[in-house]
């Protein structure tokens, strides 16, 4: 087989032999890079004890340090996997991976994976967040990620996407306050990226290219009518729809907490800081100033 897998890493001692094992067994991987922030805690070392190459490179955004990582890693291989620290390729979805990249047809470029998320021990099985589905394998020289704060998916510049349904979960094993905490600095990022949308500062071509269905889907509802209304009513509107209507609530009690928190709570804090920045931009004589504005928040957040 020939699939090189690339995980980028901060501070991932708790999760990073977890996710390299996943991928280990049976027989997935061809080569394991490491792409890390020059984390504090042990990563590296784990990660090079387990036989992944480790390579350093300073952080910017998500997509961008991915993005980095294809363009400079010297990958040999047919295939890229990206795998999330947090996250685990289970063996049905290893056996998968093996038997459909040998024997697919040359036209497919890429397959998503359906991942599962847990919270605090629990399958968030409703509320619209499984099925869930994300193009992480794809060929070589035919995907790249999209350069956004937030959201950012794999897209693939020729080919086609086929679904894979082996077990795949994003299992953080972190508190409450880290997951409150990433969330925050998540909403900053939104923030930006519904900024850049309305002042222009997103480049079309990005609409251009193939990504999972749902990942388009979403993509279009996101921008052409939850983020033109008043975030109060988007953000309430949106956590009744996922527990109400997406039966959010057969999640139980810790449903209800994730639901809230990242239904809820988080998408009126992205809303809210959308606020707060358009009202220095507000503030300013011309749209020119603005977008200097805006371009220099976006460069003190990355810092």
Not at 143 to 148: L, S
Not at 210 to 215: E, I, W
Not at 260 to 289: C, D, H, N
Request: hydrophobic share 40%.
């Amino acid at each position: 087989m020939s699939i090189t897998v690339v995980i980028l890493t901060y501070n991932e001692a708790l999760h990073i032999e977890r996710a390299i094992r996943s991928v280990q067994f049976p027989a997935l991987a061809t080569k394991i890079y490491v792409v890390d922030s020059f984390s504090r805690d042990g990563t590296q070392e784990l990660a090079r004890s387990l036989g992944a190459e480790v390579v350093e490179h300073a952080f910017t955004t998500q997509s961008q340090q991915f993005q980095w990582a294809l363009d400079t890693l010297p990958i040999e291989t047919e295939w890229i996997l990206r795998l999330d620290a947090d996250e685990i390729i289970y063996e049905d979805l290893a056996l998968e991976i093996l038997q459909k990249t040998q024997h697919t047809s040359p036209s497919v470029g890429g397959f998503t994976l359906n991942r599962r998320h847990i919270f605090f021990d629990k399958w968030i099985r409703h509320g619209g967040r499984y099925p869930l589905r994300l193009l992480r394998l794809w060929r070589t020289g035919h995907g790249r990620v999209e350069d956004r704060w937030m959201d950012e998916h794999v897209v693939l510049t020729h080919g086609s996407v086929e679904d894979l349904s082996g077990r795949f979960e994003d299992r953080n094993l972190n508190d409450l306050s880290y997951f409150i905490g990433k969330h925050n600095a998540y909403a900053s990022r939104e923030a930006l990226e519904q900024l850049a949308t309305k002042y222009g500062l997103r480049d079309a071509s990005e609409q251009h290219t193939q990504m999972s269905n749902q990942a388009r889907v979403k993509r279009f509802i996101k921008e052409r009518f939850y983020n033109r209304l008043p975030y109060p009513l988007t953000s309430t509107a949106y956590f009744v729809f996922r527990i109400v209507l997406q039966f959010g609530f057969l999640d139980g009690s810790r449903g209800l907490i994730y639901h809230f928190l990242q239904g809820f709570w988080y998408r009126f804090l992205v809303g809210a800081k959308v606020y707060e920045i358009e009202s220095v931009l507000r503030s300013m004589p011309s749209t020119e100033l603005q977008i200097v504005r805006l371009q220099e928040y976006a460069s003190e957040f990355a810092k």
